[in-house]
């Protein structure tokens, strides 16, 4: 081979080249910062530009998987949802496992770890706190148990197995190409999925929906304020009532009665109550400032009251909203068993909001009180051994919890008590256990529920399907074909002590007199089947009106804004469309604005605020609002930022006092946190008592402010707050300049999340908005029970949980327009023909 | 011949990338830069092979999927442009060529280069 000879290399050289080739292998082997290895990453075969060739589901492609039974047919339809169309139930849990891995392998993952207190091994000590915060709460400890529990022949461990094959068939037949996004960026690889994982998923839910540290920020506003004032600013009983179970009003009742005035502060007791929430407690940090205004929605109207003469139902969860979302579309086909479409967990083998051929169900949240916290009193108070119960002392159980990082060291370990109640921990001088319904209950009959209600043929079916379910509970609303609709508040609800039959106080764990005496039985469920009034609805509101059954449930129930809308929409339509309820569940307008915009104006109006050119500004663009939150709306600002300085205004005595304040929050000269707000019906209920010295601002010792006084107040500061913010009033206070929905990505990446959507929804609409953005409805769904069912629905994000496919977010633009997509519901796979099918995916049994 | 054997070069490259992931650029660089270490620039020419082979299997990448738009997403994690992604990674693999044979051809004995 011809060549140009060249002259000896000189030493400088290989040095110089020997360094930088260290350098370059260094970054390609190991992170530095951070970054991942870089070799493996930026690796145009193994690395991340591997993904692009996943992006998009190929036309046709096939795979293997271990206990297939027979050859499964899955087929894509254009909107990216499999249709799987199996022989048995076996075999279509081991191929949503498949498509689930398929699409969602990494936020399997995160959410598995997230409650296995294992995301350090993932991300790295940055990750510690959010581990030790999981494994204290012991979810994967008692998601193991009960796992532990579930025969592995039954129907619920045969699923489990199943769903755990597929998962794993696709993790053992990845190429680099399907190695999801995120394993490339943090340089890691999927882990292989347990069965007990979907138990692990279950434990999830009950800490997202049914978890409570009531008692703690309860705590805390007594020792601020008082028994009595605490005991009406976050009652058992709402002030308005317009319950899920139809009391036979037309109208909703306003129970208002007058706020017992503030007390002194109680600093011993506020001392105790903060050593309990640093304890036991989410990181202060976390709690939010104020309302909490996400819930769910749910509602259905009987055929009298629809247009075409069919069973409507209308699904509307909120949640934390997340890409990918939580939430996946599937269709799932069993000759003769299984005909069920609609959102799926990531991890888990039903459909948990769907419908079939017969009948349609969803869920919102029951909020009830499922969760007690007692002072436990134990042997040694730094490293106690035993506790007492009944006069003699019991042995804890005790383990220890060694943390991981990514290479696999042990980062800290931490030892966990429990007593028979559940959890302990160390809060101040105090040890606290606490006994929860989630830990209490086991998957099984969970997966069983979802089972039976997928192959529901009529309404009671759905609701007997439900029977055996614990929680976290939820408001189960569904519609059958035979024009039936009804719905029932699900879960075990606990009896308490006859001496204390509400959980809101913290119990003597001494003796257990104070334990949970049962559960309450099913004839005392909120509950109502084909109601006079031809339609239900829920919305997160008190489900029984107390003069109905005035039984505990629950207390600081969420406020009955939305629930109050959906009524009075309801109400209103005596020939409902599903055109109609779509238009619903994006409904701009507020119940809530109806009760505060003519206090503020009515405030504004007074004479003796006649010289206030500012206040007369700020009222006029109140006056020449239409009341309603559209993304255009450029009045709505002003009317949102009023009613938070409302409640800032109006509950400074729950904030922490002045100086302990500073040192709590570890940041002097901060605006004090408030350490429990009362929500806006409390306000409302406040508000028909114009000289109750809640409107009293302490920090003006000079002057007694009545409502009035502050509501003016209110209106003036918010009007100077959105001149300096977004100038004079105009197009940039349109509403979408100022409510937004914030998607953010698992790994709150921000090229990866989707920010600032303008959203026509509020704290009070029926498509709430968090202040942060962060929560709103995940799916939108609505049902036409006639002779063939058919359906539409939407969820923020798209099915892949591939950054770079055009399924990551093709939803996204439809949903926060109110839009729906049609569902295709295919009888047989060869149905999706055409522009209809995407892709076809054969899944074989292994050889 | 030099085209041919720079052709050959390049195959090399992209092939032992596929076989043995990054690892394969600085094996093939070290390899070539024993057997062409008389050769003046040989070492330039590892570096740039490489870069051809990489840019080559990107294509490759792009045949098969949205690589733009995945470039696209990548630049918006790295907090750089786009065309800063595909430059990283091509001069990745130019650089571990690069210095690999440059560092063969210093360390390897005269009597074992070929030519």
């Known amino acids: 081979m011809p060549f140009s000879p060249s002259r000896p290399q000189s030493p400088f050289t290989t040095v110089a080249a020997a360094l930088v080739l260290g350098g370059a292998l260094f970054v390609g082997a190991k992170p530095v910062g951070s970054l991942p290895p870089l070799g493996r990453f930026l690796d145009p075969v193994h690395g991340v530009w591997a993904v692009a060739a996943q992006a998009e589901l190929p036309a046709q492609s096939t795979a293997r998987i271990p206990g297939l039974s027979a050859p499964v047919d899955v087929r894509y339809d254009d909107r990216g949802v499999p249709h799987v169309f199996a022989k048995n139930t076996d075999d279509v849990f081991r191929a949503l496992g498949y498509v689930h891995a398929r699409d969602r392998l990494f936020e399997m993952e995160m959410q598995t770890r997230a409650v296995a207190g294992t995301l350090s091994e993932l991300a790295g000590a940055r990750a510690l706190p959010l581990d030790r915060q999981a494994r204290a709460q012991g979810l994967a400890w008692y998601a193991e148990q009960s796992f532990a529990k579930i025969d592995p022949k039954s129907p619920a461990g045969r699923a489990m197995q199943g769903y755990a094959d597929g998962v794993n068939a696709y993790i053992d037949q990845m190429a680099p190409a399907d190695v999801p996004f995120e394993y490339h960026l943090l340089g890691t690889a999927p882990m292989r999925w347990k069965p007990v994982y979907t138990a692990y998923l279950q434990a999830r839910m009950g800490l997202t929906l049914a978890y409570s540290e009531g008692e703690l920020q309860r705590a805390e506003a007594e020792a601020l304020v008082g028994k009595a004032a605490v005991a009406q600013l976050f009652p058992e009983n709402a002030p308005i009532q317009e319950p899920i179970q139809p009391n036979g009003q037309k109208a909703p009742r306003y129970d208002y009665q007058k706020i017992a005035a503030p007390m002194p502060t109680d600093s011993a007791k506020l001392a105790l109550a903060l050593g309990l929430e640093h304890a036991v407690t989410l990181a202060a940090a976390d709690r939010p400032d104020g309302e909490v205004v996400v819930g769910s929605n749910n509602w259905a109207v009987s055929p009298r009251r629809s247009a075409n003469g069919h069973a409507l139902l209308a699904g509307d969860p909120h949640l934390s909203l997340s890409l990918p979302s939580v939430w996946y579309e599937a269709h799932l086909v069993v000759p003769d068993t299984l005909d069920a479409y609609g959102v799926t967990f990531a991890g888990s083998q039903l459909v948990a909001i769907g419908f079939n051929r017969d009948v349609a169900w969803t869920e919102t949240n029951t909020g009830a009180d499922v969760a007690d916290y007692y002072v436990e009193t134990v042997d040694d108070a730094a490293h106690p051994t035993k506790y007492m119960l009944d006069g003699a002392w019991k042995p804890l159980v005790s383990r220890v919890e060694t943390y991981h990082g990514k290479k696999g060291e042990a980062l800290v370990t931490d030892t966990v008590y429990q007593t028979h109640r559940g959890p302990m921990v160390h809060a101040g001088a105090r040890w606290i256990s606490r006994r929860w319904i989630v830990t209490e209950t086991s998957v099984g009959p969970v997966i069983e529920a979802f089972r039976n209600a997928n192959g529901a043929k009529t309404v009671n079916d759905v609701l007997a399907a439900w029977e055996p379910y614990a929680a976290p509970a939820q408001n189960v609303l569904t519609a059958d074909r035979g024009g039936h609709i009804a719905i029932r508040s699900t879960g075990k609800f606990p009896i308490r002590p006859a001496v204390h039959p509400t959980g809101d106080l913290l119990y003597d764990g001494t003796s257990s007199d104070n334990d949970w005496k049962g559960y309450r039985p099913l004839a005392e469920y909120p509950q109502a089947i084909d109601p006079a009034q031809g339609y239900l609805a829920s919305a997160n509101q008190q489900p029984k009106d107390p003069k109905v059954d005035p039984t505990y449930m629950g207390w600081d129930w969420p406020t009955p804004w939305r629930a109050m809308r959906i009524n009075a929409l309801l109400r209103a339509d005596s020939a409902v469309t599903p055109d109609a309820m779509r238009r619903y569940q994006t409904d701009p307008k507020s119940e809530q604005v109806a009760i505060f915009l003519p206090a503020f104006l009515h405030a504004a109006d007074d004479p003796a605020a006649a010289g206030d050119s500012t206040l007369a500004r700020a009222a006029r663009l109140l006056r020449e609002w239409d009341g309603t939150f559209t993304k255009e709306n450029d009045r709505a600002a002003l009317y949102d930022a009023a009613m938070n300085e409302l409640a800032r205004r109006t509950w400074d005595e729950l904030e922490m006092p002045a100086l302990a304040g500073a040192a709590a929050n570890g940041n002097a000269g901060a605006r004090p946190r408030r350490l429990a707000t009362p929500n806006t019906m409390v306000l409302a209920e406040l508000l028909q008592d114009p000289r109750s010295p809640w409107w009293d601002v302490r920090a003006t010792t000079d002057v007694v402010e009545d409502r009035d006084t502050i509501l003016r107040q209110s209106l003036t500061a918010a009007y100077g707050a959105l001149l300096k913010q977004y100038g004079a009033p105009g197009a940039t206070w349109k509403w979408s300049n100022v409510r937004h929905s914030n998607i953010w990505h698992l790994l709150r990446i921000p090229a990866l999340s989707r920010l600032d959507i303008a959203v026509p929804s509020a704290p009070a609409t029926l498509s709430p908005a968090s202040g942060d953005g962060t929560h709103g409805a995940s799916w939108r769904m609505v049902v036409d029970l006639g002779p063939d069912v058919t359906a539409m629905g939407i969820y923020p994000g798209g099915q892949s949980g591939n950054p770079a496919s055009s399924r990551y977010d093709d939803r996204l633009a439809k949903w926060a327009n109110g839009q729906l997509d049609s569902l295709r519901f295919p009888r047989r796979a060869g149905d999706l023909t055409g522009g209809q099918l995407r892709s076809v995916l054969t899944l074989t049994p292994e050889r | ?115």
């Open chain 2, 1 to 115: 011949m030099r085209t041919l054997r720079f052709v050959l070069v390049i195959a090399a490259f992209a092939a032992a990338t596929a076989a043995l992931g990054w690892w394969g650029v600085p094996l093939v660089g070290a390899a070539f830069g024993v057997i062409a270490a008389r050769e003046r620039g040989s070492a330039a020419l590892a570096g740039l092979a490489a870069m051809v082979a990489w840019t080559a299997l990107l294509l490759v990448d792009a045949a098969r999927g949205p690589l733009g738009h995945l470039a696209s997403v990548l630049a918006g994690v790295l907090t750089i442009r786009p065309i800063g992604v595909y430059g990283v990674t091509i001069a990745f693999a130019g650089l571990l060529a690069l210095t690999s044979a440059l560092v063969a051809r210093g360390v390897a004995p005269r009597g074992s280069r070929l030519g």
